[in-house]
């Protein structure tokens, strides 16, 4: 079981209570596809992913980006039971969606960028490690009914 | 593989970054010792605590190495040979460090940047520091 300190507990409640969905889930998705144009094998059918500007202003991958933060919204609000609440969509991403599991961690590394450009000072090295801290708990439970 | 705007761009951000070199760096190393702890092993021979005298000079000491670096990335490995030397022989640090500070200036850079702080340019960054990392590594083996 994943033991987290108040801090950790408050930074995390407080980010994602203060981000809008809307915006920061397509600029990460967006911006992983920019930084890691290996992750675009995953989205064939999204249309025009040509280039940096095309893959931003692609309303499917702004609407898949906001998909995806709501996903994570599940984790914030199961802080203590992350792994069980992840368990089908991780059946998910392995059985139907066939994505390697080290994609995981790359979306979240962009994530964390989006949130510090964001928050700026605000995202101090404590607010950054108790984040990776919980997108690494994500990211392994989203991993783990691999087979 | 850097194309040619992106080292132009890469050579004016870190020029722009050269005067503020001890925040920036002091900042990576700060990120990085918070979220990756085994990385102060390294440093037991100095005070790392934030805003003392030694984790400012250090961190001056990567950024300004870093920037030089970013003038003529073309040039890397010949830059970076007595760094080369003095990684492989002295420092010896575990080159997976290298991946995990990378990352740390990245957000320190997406901190101090905000919105200017591009995919793009994000892109173009990482692609940068990886190379950096991996011309440091060459004379360990």
């Known amino acids: 079981m994943v033991e987290w300190t108040d801090f950790e507990r408050a930074t995390i409640q407080?980010?994602?209570?203060?981000?809008?969905?809307?915006?920061?889930?397509?600029?990460?998705?967006?911006?992983?596809?920019?930084?890691?144009?290996?992750t675009q094998r995953y989205f064939g059918g999204f249309g025009n992913l040509y280039n940096a500007a095309a893959i931003i202003s692609n309303p499917m991958v702004a609407n898949h980006g906001k998909v995806v933060l709501r996903g994570l919204e599940r984790a914030v609000n199961n802080m203590d039971s992350i792994k069980e609440t992840y368990a089908e969509l991780s059946?998910?991403?392995?059985?139907?969606l066939h994505v390697d599991p080290d994609n995981f961690k790359l979306l979240a590394d962009c994530l964390t960028i989006v949130v510090a450009a964001q928050m700026g000072g605000a995202f101090t090295g404590d607010v950054q490690a108790a984040f990776q801290k919980f997108l690494a708990v994500v990211v392994s439970s989203l991993g783990r009914q691999y087979h | 593989?850097?194309?040619?705007?992106?080292?132009?761009?890469?050579?004016?951000?870190?020029?722009?970054?050269?005067?503020?070199?001890?925040?920036?760096?002091?900042d990576a190393l700060l990120r990085m010792f918070a979220s990756y702890p085994g990385t102060k092993t390294y440093f037991s021979h100095l005070d790392i605590s934030s805003g003392s005298s030694h984790l400012l000079l250090h961190g001056k000491k990567i950024v300004l190495?870093?920037?030089?670096?970013?003038?003529?990335?073309?040039?890397?490995?010949?830059?970076?040979?007595?760094?080369?030397?003095?990684?492989?022989?002295?420092?010896?640090?575990?080159?997976t460090n290298f991946k995990l500070f990378s990352h740390c200036m990245l957000v320190t850079l997406a901190c101090h940047m905000g919105d200017d702080f591009t995919p793009v340019i994000h892109a173009a960054m990482d692609k940068f520091l990886s190379a950096f990392a991996a011309v440091l590594a060459e004379k360990y083996r």
């Open chain 1, 14 to 38: 407080d980010i994602f209570s203060n981000i809008d969905y809307d915006v920061v889930g397509p600029a990460a998705l967006s911006r992983c596809l920019v930084v890691y144009p290996w």
């Open chain 1, 91 to 96: 059946v998910l991403h392995s059985e139907k």
């Open chain 2, 1 to 26: 593989m850097l194309s040619k705007r992106e080292k132009e761009v890469i050579a004016e951000i870190w020029e722009r970054l050269t005067p503020v070199a001890e925040d920036i760096g002091s």
């Open chain 2, 65 to 95: 190495a870093i920037a030089e670096g970013a003038k003529d990335i073309s040039q890397l490995t010949v830059t970076l040979a007595p760094l080369q030397t003095l990684h492989a022989y002295q420092l010896r640090i575990d080159p």
